[in-house]
């Protein structure tokens, strides 16, 4: 089992974790996650901006890592919940177009009952993006909450 550790800002950790954001637009994504179907466990860390809390909120499964090229656009925007300015002005940050992101689809989302520190998975500070973690200490901190 893979496991990765995302950072999200609010409110897309929410929308991930409700099951409503079934996409997350990224520019890279794990070797791992190019294999289909891809089995990877998607830890959730909301950054503290925008009023976050700068904990491991919950986890998702993702099944796939799609290129948005050949993507309908306008799905792609509804179910990553972003708006399609929103997306092309990723995609300029980026320094890519938006046919070169990839498209995380993610389920099965699961809502921690309480917050957990990014320490209790062995990890001393927030990825920019995402990171892998090692299983041993992912299985050690959910066995404790």
């Not at 897309?12 to 089995?39: F, H, S, W």
């Not at 986890?59 to 290129?67: E, N």
């Not at 990839?102 to 099965?108: C, G």
């Not at 520190?117 to 062995?122: E, H, N």
Request: proline letters at 7%.
């Amino acid at each position: 089992m893979t496991y990765l550790l995302l950072s999200l800002r609010r409110p897309y950790t929410a929308l991930m974790l409700a099951g409503k954001k079934t996409l997350e637009i990224r520019k890279t994504a794990p070797r791992e996650a190019k294999t289909v179907p891809a089995d990877l466990r998607v830890l959730l860390y909301e950054t503290r901006s925008a009023g976050g809390c700068g904990m491991v909120l919950g986890m998702v499964r993702c099944r796939a890592v799609h290129p948005v090229r050949g993507m309908d656009l306008q799905e792609v925007c509804a179910r990553a919940c972003l708006t399609s300015a929103e997306l092309y002005q990723y995609a300029a940050a980026t320094g890519r177009s938006t046919a070169a992101l990839l498209a995380w689809e993610v389920a099965e989302p699961v809502t921690f009952p309480q917050p957990l520190p990014l320490t209790a998975f062995g990890v001393g500070c927030a990825p920019q993006s995402w990171r892998t973690l090692d299983p041993a200490a992912v299985n050690a901190a959910l066995a404790k909450k």
